[in-house]
């Protein structure tokens, strides 16, 4: 006997080796294919597989690379018609995913965009539903653009067509386009377009006075300019949408009222001492002095109003769409590692303003205090189901003299200075808005409120599977004595968890959520950031309190789309009679601290770079599987399906040995207040029924239950009840039924006249009789 398990302990073993082996080759195929991909992300690379004629027509093929940034020349009969690059090489583009997007330009000598294709993106919001087609069609507007113009001051920044959905990957693809176009012609190496660029200033004439340092109130800073402002109504809004052909989003105001107030936006350079010192405070500014690079610059933007500067897409995507920087035609916008919240404002007299923002300028982005620059507000306003429309509105800045001081120009720059003709942009006259307009209601709702307002029905939904949730486990004794009802009511929740709570709200909690919360408690905690996504809210906030009556297991067990996936596919296999493969519990408790490794792994990097621990964090299957719901490339959707495979085979495989989540929610689940999975003292000793039908192997042969493994599906609590599988249940049961049999005056026989008393009647248990000790009358014991 003892040969025969070790021999079945062995093959099982064996399988377990295999089957960890295929996901580790899994896993390595997933790893190499993210090398292979940087590895293929030259321009020669992309080239390969575009037609020359897409990039510029009549172009018939390339000429042989040059320079660096590598441009390829684009020929038609032998002869240079333009040139192509790849946008990447010139400038970022990162959009939601944390990849590059990568496109393919074609650019003309005199600086006319001529032709644009994409070649690589990894956008989730494009792979889930919006059709690539429309991002392509609103990028291509760009095409015939001449930038050449905007290089030289002479011109805004084009704006292309927002795509309602795709804003984010939009913006981040034409700023792409448009400001490696800008870099380029200001290199130099097109050739019509060299003397453009030798004409751009090389040193300026004046500089900040750093010894310039007064403090002032806030009706000074805004009289001499030291803080700008433009200032909208409702009203003003909806006449610029009907002017510029969107009668549409003009039919569809923010409030009732066209006198309120839309958004009172105001801006000033706080890496000039003066303004710095009056609006942050000494203390503050002396901060940020220390956190700048030398030549960095830094910003305050303040808004309040029905418009929010900032909008939503910083939470989902990590970029402010709703501003850009701007400065001799190259703009930049801003991200979250950019981005400090303000709680107010220091200087004496100032308002009390809704949303107040410190950005960093970007490293990539040159701002020259010294030369005019401009804030530009992109106003979006949904009038559809998914229809958007789009305007830009700019408010410009330019430093007071009396915080410059005049430097001595080198000769080579007075020969090449060139004065620039002032751009008039599409909404400048509302920069001219009167400083007056736009008095509305002082107590405007923050944009939390806003989109929690828009998802009422779906919080609505959420706060009520979480209120039967709580019913389920406060009542969870009356429902594990009905097995066939406990059954049904555990894989309903289950599959409302996948269908409605992941495939469909993509409420699926990340440990991506657990390293921005602890980087934020590191570089400055903002409630606002987390209320913006309210499901996600809702549910870490209910996990949290979980964590405190039953650990890990509420969220494990029951709220994880990915862990009812892989429970309702391994039923599925149960009822086909897929052979489960049950792993030693030595080998199985030495698999427990991969998960633990996993995230400490993921935290460590956080530490270090965010962006980076995401990238890694795609250990998790959770973005294929649910959010894009395994429209993915091929090497996710293998990883994916790999661990779903081996669930099918080991029960909730991927939560038991590899979930990074699983183990951060188990180290605050050891604080738990209470213990409401029952044990008997013959648990384990000697009777082992729950640890060996334990679904996820979480009670120890002793018999202890490991609630750092427990997901809490209360099988054990079942059997706690069951008093036909449960040992001690069934000696419970066999008392009471020979008491009631000894009791009951029908089952006694009548006694003959001069006998004695008659016999007691036979027990039977499964077919097999009972002795039962004449003086036991004790139906518990």
């Known amino acids: 006997m003892y040969r025969t398990d070790r021999a079945a302990s062995r093959q099982v073993g064996a399988g377990a080796r295999r089957a960890l082996t295929f996901l580790l080759a899994a896993f390595t195929l997933l790893a190499l294919s993210a090398l292979q991909s940087r590895a293929d992300e030259s ?7 575009t037609r020359p004629g897409e990039l510029i027509q009549g172009a018939d093929a390339y000429g042989d690379l040059m320079g660096s940034p590598p441009l390829a020349p684009l020929l038609s009969g032998g002869k240079p018609v333009g040139y192509a690059y790849l946008n990447t090489d010139f400038s970022s583009a990162v959009g939601y995913s944390g990849k590059p997007i990568r496109i393919l330009v074609g650019i003309d000598p005199k600086g006319v965009i001529r032709g644009i294709k994409l070649v690589e993106h990894k956008e989730p919001i494009v792979l889930i539903g919006i059709p690539q087609e429309k991002v392509v069609a609103a990028l291509n507007s760009l095409i015939g653009k001449d930038l050449g113009r905007v290089a030289a001051g002479q011109e805004q920044l084009p704006q292309v067509d927002i795509v309602s959905g795709a804003t984010v990957t939009v913006l981040v693809m034409s700023d792409s386009v448009v400001r490696s176009a800008v870099k380029l012609i200001r290199s130099g190496r097109l050739a019509e377009t060299g003397t453009l660029a030798a004409g751009a200033p090389v040193t300026p004439a004046k500089t900040v006075d750093a010894t310039v340092s007064e403090v002032h109130d806030w009706n000074t800073l805004l009289g001499d300019g030291s803080v700008r402002s433009l200032r909208l109504t409702v009203g003003e809004v909806t006449k610029a949408f009907a002017d510029s052909g969107h009668p549409e989003a003009a039919a569809r105001p923010e409030t009732g009222n066209p006198d309120d107030r839309f958004i009172d936006l105001y801006i000033a350079p706080v890496s000039v001492p003066s303004i710095g010192r009056s609006l942050l405070g000494d203390t503050a500014y002396e901060r940020l002095q220390k956190s700048l690079r030398p030549g960095q610059q830094a910003i305050v933007v303040a808004g309040d109003g029905a418009y929010s500067f900032k909008g939503s897409g910083y939470v989902r995507g ?66 559809g189901a998914r229809d958007k429309a789009t305007l830009p509105f700019e408010l410009g800045y330019t430093l007071p003299d009396r915080y410059l001081k005049a430097t001595v120009p080198t000769p080579a720059a007075q020969a090449t200075q060139q004065p620039q003709a002032a751009a008039p942009g599409p909404a400048a006259g509302a920069q001219a808005a009167p400083e007056t307009t736009g008095q509305g209601s002082a107590n405007e709702e923050p944009l939390w409120v806003k989109i929690w307002k828009l998802n009422t029905v779906k919080i609505g939904i959420t706060v009520v599977a979480l209120l039967v949730l709580t019913a389920i486990f406060f009542f969870q004794n009356w429902l594990v004595r009905r097995p066939r009802l406990f059954a049904w009511v555990r894989r309903g929740y289950l599959l409302f968890t996948l269908v409605w709570l992941g495939w469909y709200a993509n409420a699926q909690l990340s440990v991506v959520n657990v390293l921005t919360f602890v980087n934020s408690l590191l570089s400055g905690f903002s409630w606002e950031f987390f209320l913006t996504a309210p499901l996600i809210f809702i549910l870490w906030a209910a996990v949290a309190g979980g964590l405190l009556f039953w650990g890990r297991g509420p969220f494990c067990g029951w709220l994880c789309p990915f862990g009812a996936l892989q429970e309702l596919t391994n039923n599925l296999a149960q009822w086909l009679k897929v ?4 792993l030693p519990f ?63 085979f080991i029960e909730r495989f991927y939560c038991r040995y590899l979930c990074p989540l699983g183990a951060a929610l188990a180290i605050p689940g050891r604080i738990r207040m209470f213990e409401w999975l029952k044990r008997y003292p013959e648990c384990g000793s000697p009777c082992q029924r729950c640890a060996k039908e334990c679904p996820v192997e979480a009670i120890h042969p002793e018999g202890q239950i490991n609630v750092n493994e427990c997901i809490y599906c209360m099988h054990c609590q079942e059997l706690y009840h069951d008093d036909h599988r449960c040992p001690h249940m069934i000696q419970v049961r066999l008392k009471r039924e020979k008491f009631e049999a000894l009791s009951s005056p029908t089952t006694r026989a009548p006694a003959k006249p001069g006998k004695g008393p008659a016999s007691p009647p036979v027990i039977t248990h499964k077919g097999l009789p009972i002795k039962v000790p004449e003086n036991d009358t004790n139906p518990t014991g």
């Open 43 to 49: 321009l020669q690379h992309f080239m390969s597989g």
């Open 586 to 648: 030595g080998l199985h408790e030495r698999l427990w601290p991969i998960k633990y490794v996993i995230f400490l792994g993921l935290f460590g990097l956080s530490l270090y770079s965010v962006s980076l621990a995401e990238t890694y964090a795609e250990v998790e299957p959770f973005k294929t599987a649910i959010i894009l719901k395994f429209a993915r490339g091929w090497p996710f959707v293998v990883f994916a399906l790999a661990l779903l495979g081996a669930g099918l």
């Open 318 to 383: 990590g970029i402010f769409d709703r501003i850009e920087l701007l400065q001799d035609g190259q703009g930049v916008r801003f991200r979250d590692r950019n981005h400090t919240r303000l709680g107010d404002i220091a200087t004496k007299g100032a308002p009390h303003l809704r949303e107040i923002a410190l950005f960093t300028v970007p490293d990539e982005f040159s701002l020259d205090l010294s030369e005019p620059w401009e804030l530009q507000l992109l106003v979006q306003r949904s009038y």
């Open 579 to 582: 052979p489960q493969v049950k």
